[in-house]
């Protein structure tokens, strides 16, 4: 009887932890938030789907030696897994705060949903653009729940789209993303099975891992999400603003440049050989 009392007192703890702890939220830092009420009611719904999704990837992360969990598992990181490290970039994302600079934002590519934006300054400093297309009629919540959780884990715990050729997760600059056929593409319809077959254990730092993980912990395999994640939604890299320059410009008038020198005052002769000059 004590035993099961016991038990009843363990399930109802288990029970409101799962629905008391902390959810991610928003922090809306747009200047023309006032003038935009709606979209920002949009985003709390779409912020209330993400969290659902987040908890039952906790919930999978909490028996992940169930066969349906090791499979949702593997299809969204590979085969080898860094089970602790997952568990705690979720755990980050649940507990973390999303910063939305930009609500509506007309993007310079026409097709992305969202971007993450690093300041030039301090790396540490990110935050989320939103873009017309992401409020388009055809966006299920479903799928700008997934949009969500992949610019949270750019922003909460710096995951990546852009892998080496060699499998290192980077972030991109801007200067990088006009080349990124150099690189492999963490996205689900680009090399996203690649990269799982070759670097699974470090696809803890892919941010379109949780996307799947997300929508398979909810949904399972039942519902597919080929169709959440078609190829002209995809997000692009990650933007970085260019370092400022180290070396300060000289101050003063400018010297007008003579030429290479070409003889040697002290003795008044010309200089041995030819005189170097930049190619």
Excluded at 70 to 85: D, M, Q, R, S, V
Excluded at 112 to 140: C, G, N, P
Excluded at 239 to 262: E, F, H, M, Y
């Amino acid at each position: 009887m004590l035993f099961l009392r016991f038990l009843h007192t363990m399930v109802l703890l288990f029970l409101v932890h799962e629905t008391t702890s902390a959810p991610i939220s928003i922090k809306y830092v747009d200047p023309r938030i006032s003038l935009r009420p709606h979209l920002k009611s949009i985003l709390e719904g779409v912020k209330e789907e993400a969290n659902d999704q987040i908890a039952k990837m906790q919930h999978v992360l909490r028996f992940p030696l169930n066969v349906d969990h090791k499979k949702i598992l593997t299809t969204a990181f590979g085969p080898k897994y860094n089970l602790e490290e997952i568990r705690k970039n979720v755990n980050t994302v649940h507990h973390g705060i999303l910063i939305a600079q930009d609500l509506f934002r007309r993007m310079p590519k026409p097709n992305t949903l969202a971007r993450t934006m690093i300041s030039e300054y301090d790396d540490s400093d990110r935050w989320v653009q939103f873009s017309t297309k992401f409020y388009a009629h055809t966006m299920t919540v479903r799928q700008q729940a997934g949009t969500l959780i992949h610019e949270a884990s750019h922003q909460l715990f710096r995951a990546v789209d852009k892998w080496t050729r060699e499998g290192k997760p980077r972030p991109m600059t801007t200067t990088e993303a006009k080349n990124a056929t150099r690189f492999y593409c963490g996205y689900y319809h680009a090399d996203f099975e690649h990269l799982k077959a070759t670097v699974s254990e470090k696809m803890d730092r892919n941010a379109d891992s949780y996307k799947i993980f997300g929508h398979l912990a909810k949904y399972g395999f039942d519902v597919s999400y080929a169709n959440d994640f078609p190829h002209e939604w995809l997000e692009p890299p990650i933007v970085s603003v260019q370092k400022p320059r180290t070396i300060p410009r000289p101050l003063g008038p400018r010297v007008r440049d003579r030429g290479p020198k070409t003889t040697n005052k002290a003795i008044g002769k010309p200089l041995s050989g030819r005189p170097s000059q930049k190619s």
